[in-house]
């Protein structure tokens, strides 16, 4: 099933205005990566734990094709496993608060658990996410696109702006982010609803997504599950 959602890095640490001490990752835009989503708890409580490469490994393509998510799930005792990936990220640094998680071998693969998502029992029976349809996402996290950089935005009816966080080579393996600044491909690719539109920008200065404070993210995916953040 599908999805519902080594880094040569600097490191930096610092305290963020709520004295929380973060670690910053920089250097991240286009790293490829993948994660898995593990779904656990009862069929009224389900949440899965999202492990994610970042950090461990580039996701090699040969280790990523053999794992089988229906024997994964037996083997974790889950209620269901998603594999999500190849994704490469479009943020330039992440930052995270709370502590880091040691590295676990998940089909594997060494990767690390990094957020988590509510669930129902509805989205483990379609197995992916519905596009344009916003989920939380649980962490305390900062992405930054720095000044110069491109971004690409989905805007909804009521103007809410998501701004892209990663492209998928999901349904189009051959995916690049040259093709994200096509606008003629992305129109025919995705098929957005009324209301909604999908726009570029170079940024004049830099671009902070936070959830450090509400420990929460709105994400939606497109019809290619390129995965977008919500501003606010």
Not at 39 to 57: M, P, W
Not at 216 to 222: E, G, L, N, R
Request: one cysteine or more; aromatic letters at 8%; charged letters at 25%.
């Amino acid at each position: 099933m599908k999805k519902i959602f080594f880094l040569a890095a600097a490191l930096l640490l610092f305290l963020d205005m709520q004295g929380q001490e973060m670690k910053m990752m920089a250097g991240v835009r286009g790293t490829r990566y993948c994660e898995i989503l593990v779904v656990t708890g009862g069929l009224t409580d389900l949440t899965a734990t999202v492990y994610n490469t970042l950090g461990c490994n580039k996701c090699p393509l040969d280790k990523w094709q053999k794992i089988d998510a229906e024997k994964l799930k037996k083997e974790l005792n889950a209620q269901a496993v998603f594999l999500n990936g190849p994704r490469y990220f479009m943020m330039d640094k992440i930052g995270q608060t709370t502590a880091e998680s040691k590295k676990t071998s998940i089909g594997g693969l060494e990767m690390k658990a990094r957020a988590t998502v509510k669930l129902s029992l509805a989205d483990i029976i379609k197995g992916k996410a519905k596009p344009y349809e916003e989920r939380t996402v649980t962490r305390s996290t900062e992405y930054i696109f720095s000044k110069g950089s491109m971004v690409y935005e989905l805007i909804s009816p009521d103007n809410h702006v998501y701004v892209m966080q990663s492209y998928a080579q999901i349904v189009e393996p051959g995916l690049t982010e040259a093709n994200l600044g096509d606008m003629s491909y992305m129109g025919t690719r995705n098929k957005l609803p009324k209301g909604w539109s999908y726009t570029k920008l170079e940024l004049a200065e830099d671009l902070v997504l936070s959830t450090v404070e509400t420990k929460q993210a709105y994400v939606i995916q497109d019809d290619l599950q390129n995965s977008y953040q919500r501003m606010k």
